[in-house]
């Protein structure tokens, strides 16, 4: 049997708030300024959860659920700079049209997305924005760059860092 410290297992309740290292349960939805839903956990029928502080989250949403508690819902717009980014032309780069590996009869076509390797290795998400007869733009920039974001969160339950949660 495990020896469990009482100071380890914690009953979650209204009073508790969220901060840096809380595991919270959740319900959210990531939409733009003229409706269009991005993202939303609110259809499905259990909350998702997550860590603050582990990068799941982009910090300037991170920032909107600080000291929310259980019940607690909030909208708020977050401007480019607190969301995905600013569009960046130094994102946006041009590929010699032999560089481009398709599918035998498939051509590239602007809105195509794409996976890119870095040097490191690393896979890149690219949308192609031009193509040319003999170059191919493609776009690096996050596809919300630029644009601002609303986002809505309900939450369910907040447990400190560094607890766990029970049900009694």
Same mark, same amino acid.
Request: aromatic share 8%; with cysteine; glycine share 8%.
């Given at each position: ?63 909107? @659920? ?11 717009? @977050?401007?480019?700079?607190? &969301? ?16 481009? &590996? ?62 766990? &949660?029970?049900?009694?």
């Amino acid at each position: 049997m495990t020896d469990f410290n009482n100071d380890t297992f914690i009953n979650p309740n209204e009073d508790t708030r969220i901060t840096h290292g809380s595991r919270v349960d959740l319900h959210f939805e990531v939409s733009l300024d003229n409706g269009t839903v991005i993202d939303s956990t609110f259809q499905r029928p259990e909350p998702v959860s997550l860590t603050i502080g582990d990068e799941s989250l982009l910090a300037g949403f991170e920032k909107v @659920l600080m000291n929310l508690r259980a019940g607690d819902t909030r909208t708020a717009r @977050l401007d480019p700079e607190q &969301a995905f980014g600013e569009w960046n032309g130094d994102n946006v780069q041009t590929f010699s049209r032999t560089q481009f &590996a398709l599918v035998e009869g498939e051509e590239p076509q602007v809105g195509m997305m794409m996976e890119f390797e870095d040097k490191g290795k690393n896979t890149l998400p690219g949308v192609i924005s031009e193509v040319g007869d003999t170059e191919i733009k493609v776009d690096f920039n996050h596809p919300l760059a630029g644009q601002c974001v609303n986002f809505k969160v309900q939450i369910f339950r907040v447990t400190p860092a560094g607890q766990t &949660a029970i049900k009694l």
